[in-house]
């Protein structure tokens, strides 16, 4: 078992440089698409569903990232917990969400318990693709497009971990849609704060129209942002891999030593007793000679 676990620990450390780059590759674009989200929702006065969809739907579609395979140590299940807690916190606001699951292990984890999917994805979760960002991407823009009567969504959440570093990975919760407007944060810059003076915000002409821009903006900014958290869940998943097999390892060999240890004492034992008889029956015959 000893060699299964450090087999695996190596096979995790030799994917995770690539994971990670992957993730930190994804960012200067999905950055620059936010921002130009946010530039558009920010500097002017729209009604597009991208910032703003019917109040009086309660559907809500929850995205959960978790991984295929198991020997990640507490990976998947943290994502679970935090998705159920996702769940009741919705319902309890009179909301209906419906669930959409990537990754093996959640989908078996949902179906064993009867719990009805939206849809599901299986396949790739330490290297996800383009392919599957594109479809989960089609299915949650597209559920989210729809009209209330079809059965529309008019939020859109997504449960997926956050690489931090190979010891620190962290379950976020990310409202995708409507976007909000997020407001840039100065406190650690050393400069005075202006919030209360006049400010005068660029102008922006678009052609050929905002609506058609927005049109054109939203599938990018969904399909972006859940390539990013694709490839930060892979990252994730391949450091708590990688750490568990590495516990796995000392653990068996805690275990083997601990065992030899005890096998050492009992074949010390065992000689012992031999050896005790032996001198005993020596004894005996001598004593009977004379």
């Not at 606001?93 to 990754?103: D, N, T």
Request: charged share 25%; with cysteine; proline share 4%.
């Amino acid at each position: 078992m000893e060699k299964i676990f450090n087999a695996q620990e190596m096979i995790a450390a030799s994917h995770i440089a690539q994971a990670r780059q992957l993730a930190l590759d994804s960012k200067p674009y999905t950055d620059a698409i936010f921002d130009a989200v946010q530039t558009l929702v920010s500097h002017t006065h729209i009604s597009h569903p991208i910032v703003k969809k019917d109040e009086g739907n309660p559907r809500v579609a929850v995205l959960a990232l978790t991984a295929d395979r198991g020997m990640a140590g507490a990976y998947t299940s943290s994502i679970i917990r935090e998705t159920e807690d996702l769940l009741a916190r919705l319902e309890g606001e009179g909301k209906q969400p419906q669930l959409y699951v990537y990754g093996r292990r959640g989908v078996s984890y949902y179906h064993y318990r009867n719990r009805p999917l939206a849809q599901s994805w299986e396949g790739d979760t330490e290297k996800p693709g383009v392919e599957v960002a594109n479809a989960i991407s089609r299915a949650l823009l597209k559920a989210y497009m729809e009209p209330v009567d079809e059965g529309g969504v008019a939020e859109l959440y997504i449960v997926y971990t956050e690489f931090i570093n190979m010891v620190v990975q962290k379950v976020r919760v990310l409202r995708m849609l409507p976007v909000e407007v997020v407001k840039e944060d100065k406190s650690h810059l050393n400069v005075p704060d202006t919030t209360t003076a006049p400010q005068v915000r660029p102008l922006y002409s678009f052609e050929p129209s905002l609506d058609e821009v927005l049109d054109t903006v939203l599938p990018r900014y969904v399909r972006s942002r859940i390539h990013e958290c694709l490839f930060e869940a892979a990252a994730s998943e391949v450091a708590c891999r990688q750490n568990a097999m590495h516990t796995a390892t000392e653990n068996a060999r805690d275990l083997i030593n601990d065992l030899t240890r005890k096998l050492n004492a009992s074949r010390q034992a065992s000689i012992t007793q031999e050896l005790t008889e032996i001198i005993g029956s020596a004894d005996a015959l001598n004593k009977k000679e004379e």
